[in-house]
């Protein structure tokens, strides 16, 4: 605990010299490193997941020290902890190469040192935020200081903003921090965000597919200046709307761009959107017009015959996703006879079908369906006109969506129901599928490698056997939950979701019809749908809506669970020195947390008090 006084002023630059410069992510540098700190880590703690506990809650313990000083003098801290980062941002490449494409990491040297530095100022931010919240004694001095400290941080910002990144995850981390600055320590200075709102409409790295790692942190560079542009539009949808005919042409013209990707298409078109829903300057009537013929997109795109066809059964399902012949191709390639699929290049014929997959999952209106949806809920509150607007134009196409939607859910969690949808292959076959739907997947304080090397190592097999089948159900996990999702949204809607008559039972079979397939890692995501869909039902349709769905839910957690720890008892009794004590560990951890939920569910359903409207 940091104390005001005499003592701690004085010590104020080493403190602040001290947090700053232990705030690099030792966990991400290589063991062979020189550095000392890491050298000593080595030494001191015993195994990786001890040493990255250590190390991020000393990481959070350094952070909280600044945000402490900031909030306690927050002109000095923050002109110190400014004028630090500009040296060290302006100063990236000094004594080494400048950046290039082929040498690109995620965690580069200079990567973690930018990366510090944005650690450093968002705790800063943080502090500065806290002291606003307290002000009120010298209302004259207070707001002296605040008119400083908003100069201060604008100044920077622009300085920021007018300095070129060649890094995609150096520029990723400093947009994800001037977005933090605009909407939150200039939330009323829009003349910046203005700036940096054409700071992300004209930032253009070239992509190069030949260096993969590369590629992908410039398209994440791309979304995330996608997500960003939507949170500055809905904190600052009128000042935008003043200048909307000139973005709505910017915008327009990257839509038309061929180079744009369809995910960058709709978050374009979603941006737009906010800003019309948003505003307060247009009259109600021009606003729901224009807001329709957006919506309209995704009312045709689920209405459609072609469509609806193509998801009626389980096996066009398939086909429309490309994988009506996948047991063909995975026989034909002798997926059964090799032992670590990592290490097996896929061939041009697997990445073909590879590139298929995903090039027909983009196709389903799921992702349209939920970027418009976010666009219209996100940071809304109930009865507010926005919201009143929102509920009105969802209404009319709740009920043209949901039937194929249902279908997709049902679908997507059948593609895990061996028993029933791939019963008719030979059993080395169904034991590939199998394999094929086995997640991989990163815990923390039981993998024994860090988050970043996991992701990487699953990055780095894109192109082998086990890339192949991550894609195959990585898409089918997207679709079961982006559908997740977009129910979970129409909740929000209330009457108008709830309220249709025929709802809970098809809703309930395609939740839970086979939700027993599932792994509980997923069903715990599952679970929490379920769980939002129960709680946000109005007092008075709970007799309609809950039966159905209570029902369906527990019938399956008790199956899983059930029968999840009695496999667990099985392989403990029976378990011998090399066995895989992590995989272990993560299966019963996962467990445990799913066992939990369940019975927290249970205590919210026997609360008296839940049954007050």
Known sequence: MVRENNTIQSMIGGLLETSCSRLIRYESLPEDTGDITLQFLNEDIDTVPERHAFLGNYRRFCADLIETLVRWIPVEATEHILGQATNILSNLYQNQPQFQPQTFAKNSPVVLKVDAQVT???????????????????????ERKRNVLEN??????????????DDPEIARKVISLMSTLSTKALGDRPAFALTFLEFMLTIRLADNIAYPQYSDAVKDLERICSLEMQKLAMKFADDFMNVYEQLESKINEMINDPTTDERQRMAYSAFLFIIIHRCTVLDRDTQEARMRIMLNKVKDAWRNDEFAGAISNFQSFCGILGMGQLPDFLSANSFKEVQDWSYQPLGSDGQELQASILERSQHLPLRLTKTLLAASTEKLRDGTPAYESAAIL??????????????????????NDIDSNWSHLPPELQQVIRRVLTDRFWQAGISTESRDDFFARVSGSKSTFEGFASTVRGTVRQIRESSYYILYSLTRFRDFFYGIPDLPGPLSEALFGHA???TAHHLSVLLTVSTHLIEGCPSQ???????PMIQGLFREL??????????VARQVAESGDNDNLTDEMKTESILRQLTYSSVSLVAVLLDSRQGKP
Do not use: C
């Not at 201060?152 to 990144?165: D, K, V």
């Open 120 to 142: 450093v100022i968002d705790a800063a931010l943080k502090g500065y935020l806290k002291w606003l919240s307290t002000q009120g004694e010298d209302m004259q001095e207070d």
């Open 541 to 547: 349709l709970r007799p309609h809506f809950l039966p």
């Open 394 to 415: 969802w209404a009319e196409a709740i009920p043209i969506m949901l039937p194929n939607l249902l279908q997709l859910v049902s679908h997507a969690q059948a593609f």
């Open 558 to 567: 008790d199956r899983k669970i059930s029968a999840e720890w009695d496999e």
């Open 152 to 165: 201060s941080f604008e100044h920077w910002g622009r300085q920021m903003l007018q300095t070129r990144f």
């Open 516 to 518: 027993h397939a599932l």
